[in-house]
């Protein structure tokens, strides 16, 4: 009994204890998060109860907007289309904010007047270009599809004739030289009844010790038909890269044979083997910095240019011709590279 009475007391003693600390009817305060305004005395940091149901939560505005909400007023989304070209651009102009795209000395290659593309345009009808290659036509090397060179001289025609329907159909197949393409030419090329052909040839004839003379012959029957079609045609002659100059004889003279041709056949020929040789001789460009590590095929930068002077030599031909298209002054000039 005695332990008893003694728990009791301090019961007693303790409640006693926390009546005079906390009295009844009080409210328990949960402390405040530290802040730096902690130091200040609590009666100023203190708000009123008249403040405190009035609060209301606090507001983000956008970065140059009135808005007071996250998200923008729906007409201020851009379309996904929108969207994605100008992703595409942003990357390009990267690309070449890296290097710049630079003519050769001598200026633009003119490719003659291509009748029939100027024609279609002055007509307002769809102007139809393919592509006819090897595997630097299809892309190979270059990081996505848009970044091959016929994508880039879609969209660098598109800006510059942008009330034009131009389509560039890629019929570029890796591997294939003058024997084989020929075997498909009909069906990649001739059937799709271009308005233009640009036809990249000659580097797998010298990786593979080809006679350059069979080559140029192939070539030039190749041409032959598709100028009784009724299109436009355009050489392209191998590429300067390691893998290629390798054999330089070889290249040499497949240059040589493929320039007699289109002087044969009165086209125009896109001199890359001799553009590349700049950028790396003229320009100081490593070829590592245009040529993947394969020796071989272009990077996005080595196809994005390719594609930007072409578009630069297509557009200057096709403009000896008065062109019955309004071209806005901002676009004619803008070069997205």
């Not at 209301?56 to 929108?82: F, K, L, M, W, Y």
């Not at 996505?144 to 890629?170: C, G, M, S, W």
């Amino acid at each position: 009994m005695r332990a008893s009475g003694c728990h009791l007391a301090w019961r007693a003693l303790a409640f006693s204890a926390i009546v005079l600390l906390f009295p009844l009817g009080a409210q328990a305060q949960v402390p405040a998060q530290v802040t730096p305004q902690a130091t200040a005395p609590a009666a100023q940091n203190q708000p009123q109860p008249a403040q405190l149901s009035q609060a209301s939560p606090p507001t983000v505005p956008i970065a140059g907007s009135a808005a007071t909400t996250s998200e923008p007023p729906p007409e201020q989304v851009d379309p996904p289309q929108r969207t994605l070209t100008a992703k595409a651009i942003d990357k390009v102009k990267q690309i070449f904010s890296r290097v710049p795209c630079l003519p050769p000395k001598g200026g633009a290659q003119s490719l003659g007047s291509l009748p029939h593309v100027a024609s279609k345009l002055i007509a307002g009808q769809p102007v139809v270009i393919v592509a006819f290659g090897s595997s630097s036509t299809q892309g190979y090397g270059s990081s996505a599809p848009e970044f091959t060179y016929p994508n880039r001289l879609a969209a660098q025609l598109k800006r510059h004739y942008p009330t034009a329907d131009i389509a560039v159909i890629n019929a570029g197949v890796g591997g294939e030289d003058a024997p084989e393409m020929m075997k498909r030419l009909q069906s990649a090329v001739i059937d799709r009844k271009p308005d233009l052909v640009i036809w990249q040839v000659g580097t797998n004839a010298v990786l593979r010790n080809l006679d350059p003379v069979e080559t140029a012959k192939l070539v030039e029957d190749g041409v032959a038909r598709i100028q009784a079609s009724g299109s436009d045609v355009v050489l392209v002659d191998p590429q300067y890269s390691p893998r290629v100059t390798e054999r330089g004889a070889s290249a040499s003279k497949m240059v040589r044979m493929l320039s007699r041709v289109a002087a044969l056949r009165h086209i125009g020929v896109f001199p890359r083997f001799e553009v590349m040789r700049e950028w790396h001789e003229n320009q100081s460009l490593p070829v590592n910095s245009f040529v993947i590590a394969d020796g071989l095929h272009m990077n996005d930068w080595g196809y994005a240019c390719f594609a930007q002077l072409l578009g630069d030599d297509i557009i200057k031909s096709v403009g000896q011709i008065k062109l019955g298209v309004n071209v806005p002054s901002e676009v004619r000039s803008y070069r997205p590279m």
